[in-house]
């Protein structure tokens, strides 16, 4: 509980014959605060977590007062404040690192004199395994159990780990492989609109609130939970009690009016709302909608909505609670006194929307509901959104402008053992899939009805398409299958392929080889047509060029055409059986006819029962067995996990961290260099130090993997910082890759293993970068490669916020050039020597020199400012980062208790 209330808002909110203590935001207007009441509702969130969270240090009364000075100002101001999630949502490939971090704290606690068991997570934490399975095998009835066997045996080592983790540390869940997509789970089971605790013998109600390590954990924002995607050491942070470093948002309001026209669906709305905010330019901004037009959209609209706020470029996409916030809570099995005070503490708030004042917003736009029409998007980005009905001039054109080819090439190329050619904007891949749709039982069932139609016709799919179905939810299957349409489904080869997210982030699986070569032969612009919330270039599979992305009905109906060079509103998708042609309108059903089954095959008992049991599993699951008891016994020969070496040395008492004395320069590197050039990600080359690392272990470069996938083995990931294809190091002029020169014998070598040659010499390193370094997605091992390789400081014109921050994290020191310095400015080379005195000192946002010595032996100073900006982040870097701070006051709370 906190120790300050400044405001003197807390209080309590009966709610039947319960009774419940909450910090109030009116009260808090009526104590000192002024009138907040025509805040966002997203904001009224955040403002409670102040209020809550007040201690004078991390959340002041400034820090309160400055929601105030935001609503005079329209958001007009920079304020930093320290937010405290209530829970923290996770998916396989993001979660499997912090998980291997939590249990090397583990082993540290043991070695600090403390228990093991002390080392747990702060706050509730879900991991869904969900991003492992492929669509291996498809249009099969076997596919799915066929997928699952593949999956298991490609993540052995992992699910291991996952397992074991489940069973080792409190206030942590893992979601069994094979149940569903992370963001549905949460948006059906785990989330709560309203989040309660035991807390000193009284039951506290605040907003449910979480950060997950997956972008779309922004899906959430539809029940009015506030969530966004972080990275890693942010979501390690708040799983472990500490809060997450922001600036109070500009905040867009998004007026929605109207109903929507028949025919026209919740996907298309959204590549809609992606267009209109791409271009309003929202990166960095919450959008809050409101207006009347929400009382025309279901709750699952809604979260198709804000699933997609990464694709418009807002840190989340808010709906506040009202009457379809409640009903959802009821009709998918919450539990009744939660749902009730609901809709007590939203009234109780302010954001209740019925009742909610029109909020003040930074900036606004419109949309008429009723303008939205059929829409796809591609053929690389989200954000460009095609009229159905332009569809296929809109291919020709990207034929030309993107691929380079003339848009009447249509050159048939036969397929090895088959009867078929294929050419141009022939569909290889139709997939019903990702987290965006497959939440909205509108859309799956308009396809299964697209799909019964089109076989009572007699139509199919084309042969070369590959399609796949692969729902959100084992929900999904329940309705489709008790309104018969998941056997329509079948009939056409979307037959179930896994529960997961598959066809979204590259799991699509293989084209068949004949497909495969054809598609080569002829160099062909292949296209992939998929009801997911990604399509950028390389991304769907490595056959395919072109993407769109487009809602389920119309990804079946695109299986039937076979070709993005068919206008699917005015061009014939077949023919019958008795050759008569069929249109996509005598397809197409109707919305009552979509609500009349939807009415009668969605339960709230299909959702009861599914998640009655939901971390149990199936038979491969139950059948792993668990190594370890408290701690984990590391597997030595694990090329997956391994134990990191965060901790080696680190004793109870702090060590004051020492100056960094004669560094070398390990790279030089000019402006916006993102995370993606730093971080490890994509396939793994057999010639670079990670492939050769995997060889020496007898793993085949066909076994490789991804770097994705082995984020839990930093022997992996420490090769591949700094190893990008494209970045580019100024020590070495005209070369791109992780490339570097080692000093002083001037040899050439990669990073990695200079770095190396330098630990071995004991020589410490720091890395100099011009503006904006880091910035682009926040990538834990950006900073954890970094820290690895053994740089003590890294010294640029600017930081990416979260980037400087991770930096901190992981103990490695961010200086700023000052005084229009630079390293540019400087004629800085990389052979110079650098030193950097007072460390054991710094306070925040000090001045800083910065000793460099020249290879002719002159000496230059360069004066810089220290990005540790608050004393919280001092208290990280002081301890050699966020982890070794949690655990030396954890293993100091066990010895003492």
């Known amino acids: ?122 706050v509730p934490v879900d991991l869904v395994i969900d991003h492992s399975v ?196 009821t009709n998918t099995g919450r539990d009744a006194d939660r749902v009730e005070l609901v809709e007590a503490y939203a009234k109780a708030q302010g954001y209740w929307r019925p ?148 066809t979204c982030i590259g799991n699509s699986g293989p084209l068949p080889p004949a497909l495969a070569k054809a598609i080569a032969d002829g160099d062909l612009v292949s296209c992939s047509v998929l009801s997911g919330n990604r399509n950028f270039e390389g991304r769907i599979g490595p056959d395919i060029k072109a993407n769109y992305l487009a809602s389920p009905p119309l990804v079946v109906a695109y299986a039937i055409a076979g070709s993005l060079r068919i206008n699917l509103t005015k061009d014939p998708l077949g023919k019958d059986k008795n050759g008569n042609d069929v249109y996509l309108k005598d397809l197409w059903p109707t919305s009552h006819e979509i609500a009349e089954i939807m009415t009668a095959a969605v339960t709230p008992q299909m959702f009861a029962e599914r998640y009655s049991d939901v971390f149990k599993g199936d038979e491969h699951w139950k059948g792993i067995e668990v190594s370890g008891g408290q701690t984990y016994s590391w597997p030595p020969a694990s090329t997956y996990v391994q134990n990191p070496p965060y901790f080696e040395g680190m004793g109870l008492d702090l060590d004051a961290p020492k100056d960094v004395e004669e560094a070398r320069v390990l790279a030089v590197f000019g402006d916006s260099i993102t995370t993606d050039h730093i971080s490890p990600a994509g396939s793994i080359k057999a010639s670079s130090p990670a492939g050769i690392y995997l060889q020496e272990h007898q793993v085949s470069p066909l076994d490789f993997n991804s770097y994705g996938s082995r984020r839990g083995n930093h022997e992996v990931m420490m090769r591949g910082t700094f190893a990008n294809i494209r970045i580019k190091n100024q020590m070495v002029p005209g070369v791109e890759g992780g490339v570097t020169v080692h000093y002083p014998d001037g040899e050439q070598m990669p990073i990695y293993d200079a770095a190396m040659k330098y630990e071995a010499e004991g020589t410490p390193l720091v890395v100099f970068a011009g503006d904006l370094y880091g910035n682009g997605s926040s990538r834990d091992w950006a900073a954890k490669g970094t820290i690895l390789l053994g740089v003590r400081a890294v010294i640029a014109g600017s930081f990416e916020r979260i980037h400087r921050s991770n930096l901190i994290g992981m103990g490695v020191l961010p200086l700023e050039f000052a005084d229009g310095q630079s390293a540019k400015e400087l004629g800085l080379t990389g052979k110079e020597i650098v030193t950097i005195k007072g460390v054991e000192s710094i306070t925040p946002r000090q001045t800083m020199d910065v000793e460099i010595t020249r290879e002719d032996g002159s000496k230059i100073v360069a004066k810089t400012i220290v990005r540790v900006d608050t004393e919280n982040e001092l208290d990280y870097y002081r301890n050699g980062g966020i982890l070794h701070y949690v655990l030396r006051n954890l293993a100091r709370e066990a010895a003492a208790a």
């Open 1 to 122: 509980m906190t120790s300050l209330d400044s405001f003197n808002s807390k209080r309590t909110l009966s709610v039947g014959n319960k009774s419940y203590t909450y910090y109030s935001l009116s009260a808090a207007g009526e104590n000192g605060l002024g009138d907040v009441s025509r805040l966002p509702a997203s904001l009224k969130v955040l403002l409670e977590n102040m209020l809550r969270f007040e201690d004078g240090k991390t959340v002041t009364k400034e820090d309160i007062l400055a929601f105030k000075t935001w609503l005079d100002n329209k958001g007009d101001i920079s304020h930093e404040i320290a937010y405290r999630p209530a829970r923290v949502l996770m998916q396989d490939f993001t979660g499997v690192p912090a998980v291997v971090d939590l249990a090397a704290m583990r082993d540290a606690a043991e070695k600090l004199g403390a228990s093991a068991e002390a080392i747990n997570p702060q």
């Open 134 to 329: 492929m669509v291996d095998s498809f249009a099969g009835p076997d596919s799915f159990e066929k997928n699952v066997e593949i999956e298991y045996k490609r993540n052995q080592e992992r699910y291991e780990f996952l397992r074991w983790g489940s069973t080792a540390f409190k206030n942590f869940r893992v979601v069994p492989p094979g149940t569903g997509i992370c963001h549905q789970v949460n948006l059906e089971y785990l989330g709560q609109t309203v989040w309660t605790k035991e807390e000193d013998g009284e039951t506290v109600a605040y907003p449910d609130t979480c950060v997950g390590t997956d972008s779309h954990t922004t899906m959430i924002n539809a029940l009015s939970v506030l969530g966004w995607g972080v990275g890693g050491i942010e979501a390690e942070a708040a799983m472990l009690g500490q809060p997450v470093s922001m600036l109070i948002p500009e905040v867009i309001g998004f007026r929605l009016d109207g109903k929507m026209a028949e025919g026209a669906t919740a996907t298309d709305l959204v590549l809609t709302v992606v267009q209109m905010l791409r271009q309003k330019g929202v990166v960095g901004k919450f959008v809050e909608f409101y207006g009347p037009g929400l009382s025309n959209l279901t709750l699952e609209d809604q979260a198709t909505i804000s699933n997609m706020a990464p694709e418009y470029g807002a840190t989340c996409g808010f709906f506040p609670v009202d009457e379809d916030t409640v009903k959802y809570l």
């Open 355 to 502: 009742e909610q004042v029109e909020p003040i917003f930074t900036d606004t736009l419109e949309l008429d509901l009723g303008t939205v029409v059929p829409s796809i998007s591609g053929p690389k980005r989200p954000q460009d959104r095609v009229l159905l009905s332009e569809g296929d001039t809109a291919f020709a054109d990207a034929m030309a402008k993107e691929f380079g080819k003339a848009s009447d090439a249509a050159e048939p190329i036969s397929v090895d053992g088959e009867d078929y050619t294929v050419t141009h904007g022939d569909v290889f891949i139709a997939a019903i899939t990702s987290c965006t749709n497959t939440s909205n039982p509108s859309v799956l069932i308009a396809a299964g009805l697209v799909a019964r139609k089109a076989r009572e016709l007699g139509l199919d799919r084309k042969p070369w398409v590959k399609t796949s179905l692969a729902p959100g939810s084992q929900v999904v299957t329940d309705y489709l299958e008790k309104a018969g349409l998941q056997d329509d489904l079948d009939a056409l080869g979307f037959n179930l392929v896994g529960y997961g997210c598959t």
